[in-house]
Nanobody, 117 residues
């Protein structure tokens, strides 16, 4: 059973940066894809970025220039470096993980990111 623990959210001024972390309880071999999604106030959850165990990344096109996803397989941890933050980046950010051969997604509880203008 995979459990996800998120950290790094908080309040930041526009133009600033934050780094989110998400640690999975499973081994590196048990985690195939990890990623980040976000849900702005009053909106549906949307993709931010994903990364495979081999390092292949996928970003929402509008975020590629500002956000960077990375992964440490030995620590079962995924990171999201967010730069040049804007007010519209304000959202609850959720960590996601999936195991090989399974369509089931594990989700973290979410961490609030608030960007002040």
């Amino acid at each position: 059973q995979v459990q996800l623990v998120e950290s790094g959210g908080g309040l930041v001024q526009a133009g600033g940066s934050l780094r989110l972390s998400c640690a999975a309880s499973g081994s590196a071999a048990s985690i195939s894809v990890m990623g980040w999604y976000r849900q702005p106030p009053g909106k549906q959850r949307e993709l931010v970025a994903t990364i495979t165990s081999g390092g292949t990344t996928n970003y929402a096109d509008s975020l590629k220039s500002r956000f960077i996803i990375s992964r440490d397989n030995a620590k079962n941890t995924v990171y999201l470096q967010m730069n040049s933050l804007k007010a519209e980046d304000t959202a609850v950010y959720y960590c996601k993980a999936r195991q090989p051969g399974s369509p089931y997604n594990f989700w973290g509880q979410g961490t609030q990111v608030t960007v002040s203008s």
